[in-house]
């Protein structure tokens, strides 16, 4: 590999690495024939830096993760999830753009196992909220096709904490 | 060689990224597949994100690529192999099981690889240990528990909300490094505080390990990447990984 003059790395560090931290999935170098770039050491792709780093992005965006260890062992065990999530809180923050978002795991003694539940909250609640959630669903349903585990958006009626 | 009853490992990869002039095609993977299908029955496939830089004639080009990934999980879905382009990869989530057994999986995929096309040359070998670690006191406290963490001088404020640490070793004369990254989990209980110790021991220098020597650097990598993690604990938090003792 051939490394380009420190002038022109710092340019490209100065460029790139502000949208990046450090535990981001890799970035590939290429292509190849010209000059080969070196940005930042790639890193052996896991699936729990994955998950910690996309928790990571999300809450720096305004999402609330309470218990992060929960949800992260929750997307470890159904990574399809990993993508949706992301998905569904961006939807929600563009739809809902009051409401604080607040993604938990939760256990419901009717429902064999756990889910994740992503709480939409409001300073105020009125005959709209189920409207307005109902106004993503079919987003959201979609996404959660033929995927294993499950994540539903709903509201506990409760205050932003 | 320490065991522990209660190691902290979350998650434990080994990922192989060949050389851009090994041939590689869209029926590798399926090739692959019935090859370790007895082992790694349930087939599912993700898209992967990948962000890729280059310099054009107009200057830093940046393009976001996805890649498909396909996972083949064991029965337990503790276990599972990523097969990308130029990609293998072998990760094992917690309980993590022995590295005996976690090595013979990674032989397994390896050498079933090389028997399904011509491995030219090794760009690069990971193998990377996360570790997730609680331990019972406010982060201020962590050089308790850690002899890897950021040190804060006396003028500084001693409480922070979360933070970030790493560093990059040299092994095998500059060929291998070893990164390891501390970070806390942020959570909104101050009581505990919830960290990710980070080991990736990975081959720094593309193609300069031939292909059949693999298994032997990834042996000599797991060795290294014990004697890094005993290295940042201390004995305080050695005991909470209830160590066996002979």
């Not at chain 1, 669903?137 to 959660?144: A, K, R, S």
Request: net charge negative.
């Amino acid at each position: 590999m051939q490394y380009p003059a420190p002038s022109f790395s710092r340019r490209v560090q100065e460029h790139v690495m502000p949208y990046f931290p450090p535990s981001s999935a890799s970035i590939m170098l290429g292509p190849y024939p010209k000059t080969a770039l070196y940005v930042k050491p790639e890193q052996t792709q896991s699936l729990v830096s994955e998950i910690a780093s996309l928790l990571g992005r999300l809450q720096q965006k305004g999402l609330r993760v309470p218990e992060p260890r929960t949800v992260l062992d929750y997307l470890v065990e159904f990574p399809e999830l990993i993508d949706v999530v992301e998905k569904v809180v961006n939807i929600a923050q563009i739809r809902l753009p009051d409401a604080q978002l607040s993604l938990e795991l939760c256990q419901d003694p009717e429902f064999e196992g756990s889910y994740l539940a992503l709480y939409v909250r409001f300073n105020q609640y009125d005959d709209r909220v189920i409207e307005r959630l109902d106004l993503i669903e079919d987003e959201y349903l979609t996404l959660m096709e033929g995927k294993r585990g499950s994540l539903l958006i709903t509201t506990d009626f409760r205050p932003p904490e | 060689m320490m065991k522990y009853r209660n190691p902290p490992i979350v998650e434990a990869v080994c990922e192989f990224r060949l050389s851009r002039d090994t041939p590689w095609d869209l029926t590798v993977p399926g090739l692959l597949y019935e090859k370790l299908r007895e082992q790694f029955p349930n087939r599912e496939q993700r898209l992967v994100q990948e962000f890729e830089i280059s310099e054009g004639p107009q200057g830093i080009q940046q393009q976001i690529r996805s890649s498909e990934r396909i996972m083949l999980f064991g029965e337990d879905r503790k276990m599972f192999v990523q097969l990308g382009p130029h990609l293998l990869a072998i990760n094992v989530l917690k309980p993590y099981p022995t590295w005996a057994l976690f090595k013979s999986k990674i032989q397994l995929a390896w050498e079933s690889l090389l028997t399904t096309i011509e491995v030219k040359g090794v760009e690069r070998i990971g193998l990377r240990y996360i570790n997730r670690i609680e331990i019972p006191v406010a982060a201020d406290r962590i050089k308790e528990y850690l002899e890897f963490y950021i040190f804060l001088g006396e003028d500084l404020p001693q409480q922070m909300v979360s933070f970030l640490a790493g560093g990059e070793f040299t092994f095998a004369s500059g060929r291998d490094r070893c990164r390891v990254q501390l970070s806390s989990m942020s959570r909104e209980s101050q009581e505990q505080t919830e960290l990710l110790l980070d080991i990736d021991y990975f081959l720094a220098r593309p193609k300069e390990l031939p292909p059949g020597d693999a298994l032997d650097w990834i042996e000599a990598a797991h060795e290294r990447v014990e004697c890094i993690f005993e290295g940042c604990i201390t004995d305080v938090l050695r005991e909470s990984f209830l160590p066996e003792r002979a």
